[in-house]
């Protein structure tokens, strides 16, 4: 675990990439742990050292909560719009973007592939922070910041006296922006990334894979982060002009590899991201593939 002054970063399996998370521990009084979704051997030595008393989770993504049952003395936080969803499995999917792609018939299936551990977890969060409000972890300056676009209520904790952020799935893989569920937004996506660039900080870190960066690094990568989304834009872009019908373009593989297209949830995530590209070029399923016929 690396130290910096009173925050110890929790590392996940294989560099922390999903479906694990880098977490941050608060070392004070309150015991405060930053989502919980790091190497679990390594969170339960931090609990037996230290203690956990409070989890506070940025948002509902499994990879940021999965381990929240592991401490059920300890009080769980989300935020305050994704309080109703985290509590209930119908909430996930529909977030998700699993009603949306497949109905009711949709969610039923995926119930069935879905770890216990992991349903017990979404009823173990007992309360909400707020956002944009100053706490104070045993003197550690927090604020929990709103930066929707990854999902509607994603939290970014901020350290103003330290000078460091947890910018979570703000995360610059080579994979690029993540606003796949029905939750998401790529517009919110970028506000939200151009307003981390403001932030008086000198670390950020990141929830998953690359891990710190100063400022400069940040701003550099954010550019280069961004950048996917209008790739992809051109891309299903160039399809639909080829008058291919949405459901062909979910089978290229815009997102995810086409090889592991053939898993459900990777499946409904690419529709899903589809679509949302598809609004952003005005372009509606129903109208596709009629709407470029003039060009061919």
């Keep these: 675990m690396k130290r910096m002054g009173p925050l110890m970063i929790i590392e996940g399996k294989n560099n922390s990439k999903v479906p694990y ?3 941050i521990f608060i070392d004070c009084p309150e015991k405060v742990l930053i989502d919980c979704g790091a190497d679990p ?3 339960l030595e931090v609990n037996d050292q230290f203690g956990i008393e409070l989890i506070v989770n940025t948002h509902y ?3 940021h909560t999965q381990y929240n049952h592991l401490f059920p003395k300890a009080q769980k936080w989300i935020n305050p719009l994704e309080f109703e969803t985290a509590r209930s499995i119908e909430g996930i999917a529909k977030a998700n973007g699993i009603y949306e792609e497949w109905g009711e018939a949709g969610i039923e299936q995926w119930k069935k592939q879905l770890p216990q551990e992991w349903v017990n977890n979404l009823q173990q969060i ?3 922070y707020q956002y944009e409000v100053e706490y104070c972890f045993g003197g ?3 604020v929990l910041l709103h930066t929707p676009g ?7 904790p901020y350290f103003p006296e330290l000078g460091v952020v947890y910018v979570g799935d703000y995360d610059m893989t080579t994979f690029g922006p993540w606003y796949n569920g029905t939750d998401g937004s790529i517009e919110d996506f970028i506000e939200s990334g151009k307003r981390l660039l403001t932030l008086d900080a000198d670390t950020f870190i990141t929830g998953h894979q690359k891990g710190l960066f100063t400022k400069q690094e940040f701003q550099s990568e954010m550019q280069r982060f961004l950048e996917v989304i209008d790739k992809r834009d ?4 160039y399809y639909a002009r080829q008058g291919l019908s949405f459901e062909e373009l979910t089978n290229i593989g815009i997102f995810y590899p086409k090889e592991v297209l ?3 949830i990777f499946k409904t995530w690419e529709r899903c991201g589809i679509r949302k590209h598809l609004r952003r070029l005005n372009l509606t399923v129903s109208e596709m593939p009629k709407a470029y016929a003039v060009t061919k």
Excluded: C, F, W, Y
């Excluded at 990854?150 to 970014?156: I, Q, R």
């Excluded at 051109?234 to 872009?237: A, G, L, P, Q, S």
């Design 126 to 128: 007992s309360g909400t």
């Design 21 to 23: 998370s880098r977490n």
């Design 234 to 237: 051109e891309m299903i872009d």
């Design 150 to 156: 990854h999902t509607a209520g994603l939290s970014s």
């Design 41 to 43: 051997q390594t969170l």
């Design 61 to 63: 993504h499994p990879d």
């Design 140 to 142: 550690v300056k927090t």
């Design 262 to 264: 053939k898993v459900p």
